[in-house]
């Protein structure tokens, strides 16, 4: 029978190699660590894909960073000050995946959060996904951007590099990268296609009622309607999710979103922007003037 840390050793191999297979890390992106007690972590070793690792490849550290122990040569991923940050304000957390699934990391890079009240699924398990102010990766600097949104979000996106999970478990926090990516696909389709339909504030209050009967542990609530957005240095104590008052209907047209049509531009960078159709256009009448300037 496989002791307690031999399982958590081969769980974070499996974790890894599905944020592999699903294209949510290259190279030797990500990192994963999880709780063994009361002042030790079990965490993915710098430099190494998370698509091919092995259980003797983790490393063994405190609480405060200090390496334990581990394979000759390894020594716990770059990113650990972030892993710490999570755990120090989170007693209930016991397991973190960091990952750079591509179009939740889109969002990241677009500087724009995952706080719409969209699906009910995500509503009940995450609440709103805030992004993280930038901070430089492996850094104290990355830490201390995390943490005040680690204290009332099981998952939230790091501004230009990715995004992050909390979970009671391994496999939680893994399932929670899981949704914040899911989410972001068809948010991102539901842009481009012209708007989003978002569920009510009246809607969002009856699926926070709803965690109870599922089991749902949260964080922090959804916030009331007159309390700002959070700020960098605010300690949260709910979630800010935009959802539009609706005692009448429960899917509200967010017009915010709605995609207009495109007149030519001039980008950020001087260069021309067209449409499909401009641009055809344009060749039409290039092609037709040719063809009578050769008559």
């Not at 993915?44 to 122990?69: C, H, N, R, W, Y």
């Not at 478990?169 to 481009?192: G, N, Q």
């Amino acid at each position: 029978m496989s002791s307690p840390e031999s399982q958590l050793r081969a769980d974070i191999v499996e974790v890894g190699r599905r944020l592999w297979a699903r294209g949510y890390v290259a190279s030797n992106d990500g990192n994963i660590s999880v709780r063994i007690g009361p002042d030790r972590l079990l965490m993915t070793p710098a430099s190494v894909s998370k698509g091919f690792m092995t259980p003797d490849m983790m490393v063994i550290t405190t609480l405060e960073g200090t390496l334990v122990s581990g394979p000759p040569g390894r020594k716990p991923s770059s990113e650990i000050q972030m892993h710490l940050a999570a755990y120090r304000n989170r007693p209930d957390v016991a397991a973190v995946v960091h990952a750079h699934p591509p179009t939740a990391t889109g969002f990241a890079v677009a500087g724009l959060p995952l706080d719409r009240a969209v699906l009910a699924e995500v509503v009940t398990t995450l609440g709103s996904i805030p992004i993280a102010e930038y901070g430089t990766p492996s850094t104290l600097e990355m830490a201390a951007a995390v943490e005040p949104y680690v204290r009332a979000h099981d998952g939230l996106l790091l501004a230009n590099h990715g995004a992050l999970a909390l979970g009671k478990d391994l496999f939680s926090a893994y399932y929670k990268m899981e949704t914040i990516e899911h989410f972001a696909r068809i948010s991102f389709v539901a842009r481009t296609l012209g708007r989003e339909h978002l569920l009510s504030r009246e809607e969002v209050a009856r699926l926070q009622d709803l965690r109870g009967t599922y089991g749902i542990a949260s964080p922090a609530p959804i916030c009331p309607p007159d309390l700002a957005p959070m700020g960098p240095d605010e300690d949260p104590s709910c979630q800010v999710l935009y959802a539009p008052s609706s005692p009448d209907a429960r899917l509200v047209p967010d017009t915010n979103v709605t995609a207009p049509a495109a007149p030519v531009g001039i980008g950020n960078f001087g260069e021309i922007r067209l449409t499909y159709d401009q641009l055809t256009a344009l060749i039409d009448d290039a092609v037709r003037l040719l063809a009578e300037s050769k008559r």
